[in-house]
């Protein structure tokens, strides 16, 4: 599992494998699966001695993750998830049973196969995704949920053969890769079904749940489940956690999860559905379903630390679920939004549903957005006071945080996967953490 590193050395080589891998993002989107498949021929294919199961869809896919997880882990099984972006350190990309990837084992995978991602032209993510596999591997795990990077169907984690392949919710996003319309996101997302595999459709929109069957039916998939139609969800109540009723085939159960939102209801029927499709030994015990998912955590969703409140809503969609869940939970007034918005994504709609319900806004910027994605401020400050938001624009995100406190008892970041990241950095919270 590599040498163990410590002090300033170890710390030193961490940061240049680090550097090494994220230098390998700017060759842009590269969509393929040679380079995957080559790279990881050369680690001895890791990734067929790991039982997985593959999880895509724009919103949602962090929340099955979680919540299959917390399943499988309260029934004593050793679980791997692999997910992105990470908040505050990559590590949190790679965790095994709640512990992130080694800093030593990210340094050794780098060094030792930096000439072969050389070689082969691999990118950061199709890298990160070889060491991941190969991390799961070496730790032995019953078995590792996996979320693919971006759409699925030439996502560099679609060389996996899993034992079941769900898509959760489709929404319009990543648009200028994926397609325009909703027809053509979901045949990538689609990607991820194939032969011989059960196929898990989570979305509840009837039109999208056609779309993706049809999808399903020509990949060949083994059965396909809507959890929708199989897992009913009933009597959702929102508060401090969402309470709802299930349909399960054993029959009903009155459940809750620490998720905050009416969606997330839908989201862990959809993740139990998954599961099941999995079979035995990785199938949901009702017994045991309703502890489990106390267990459930999600850093930067609906996540409370104190009086801050993180949401990672990067799209109108995360936006919309987002406002809902504040209109349900409990949350005391006023709220000050930080607000930081990556410039290619529907920042304005976002905007304005925000403005709808919090007391101040506080436009930002993420010090780790990309350079060529940053938001207009000035712009976006001028269309929030148009919306008739109380708003102001504070550059600085450490100062944008102290204006926000001085101004809400409760302080909600969100925006991005950036902003939410950056602000834990600030204020020195670790992700992995409570």
Known sequence: MGVHLSGRAGARRYDEALAYLFARTT???????????????RLGDPHRRVR????AGTNGKGSTVATASAVLRARGLRVGTYTSPHLVDFRERI??????IPVDAVTSFVERWTDDVERLGATFFEA????????????????ALVETGLGGRLDATNVITPLAAGVAT??????????????????????IFKRGVPAVIGDTDPRVQRLLALDAERAGASRIVVAAESYRVHDVSVGAATGFTLELPSGRQRLQTPLVGRHQAFNTAFAVALLDAAGAPFASEPATLAAALETVRL????????????????????????VEALGAAVVHRPLAAVVCVLSDKAWRPMLARLAGVVDHLVLTEAPSAPPDRRWPLDEAVRHARELGAKVEGVAALDAALARAAGLGETVLVTGSFHTVGDAMRCLQLDPLAG
Do not use: C
């Open 95 to 100: 965790v095994v049973d709640g512990a992130p």
């Open 299 to 322: 850093p930067g969703r609906f996540d409370r630390r104190g009086r801050y409140l993180f949401d990672v809503a990067h799209n109108d969609d995360g936006a919309r679920v987002l």
């Open 27 to 41: 060759g842009g989107v590269r969509p393929g699966l040679e380079r995957t498949s080559a790279l990881l021929g």
């Open 52 to 55: 997985m199961l593959h999880i």
């Open 170 to 191: 489709i929404g319009l996003d990543h648009m200028e890769i994926l397609g325009d319309s909703i027809e053509a996101i979901a045949a990538e997302k689609a990607g």
């Open 128 to 143: 990160t995704t070889a060491l991941a596999f190969d991390w799961f591997a070496q730790s032995r795990v019953d078995i």
